[in-house]
């Protein structure tokens, strides 16, 4: 695989997972998805920057959903969106 495709493919993913998060925010659930939104844009981040964030947190628990053979955990999910700008290790 070239480094143009292996871009595209990540531009992919990242726009999927904004996409996600967008669902997230117009179905209002999880709730945490717009008290995250909401409590960064207070502080000062853009959407754009914040959507990355969140998708980041989406992106962490959908693979270790994958490498653990485990049902989604919306719990654990929402607990890393409440404590963004930081990112869990």
């Known amino acids: 695989m070239n480094d143009a495709t292996s871009d595209d493919d990540e531009t992919f993913a990242e726009e ?4 996600a998060i967008e669902n997230q925010l117009e179905a209002g659930e ?3 998805t717009q008290a995250t939104l909401n409590k960064l844009t207070l502080v000062g981040y853009e959407r754009d920057e914040i959507l990355k964030l969140m998708a980041l ?3 962490r628990e959908i693979r270790q959903m994958l490498e653990q053979d485990r049902p989604f955990d ?3 999910y929402e607990t890393q969106l409440r404590n963004l700008p930081d990112l869990a290790e």
Do not use: F, H, K
């Open 16 to 19: 999927t997972l904004i996409q």
């Open 30 to 32: 999880p709730a945490a």
């Open 57 to 59: 947190v989406l992106a």
């Open 74 to 76: 919306i719990e654990g």
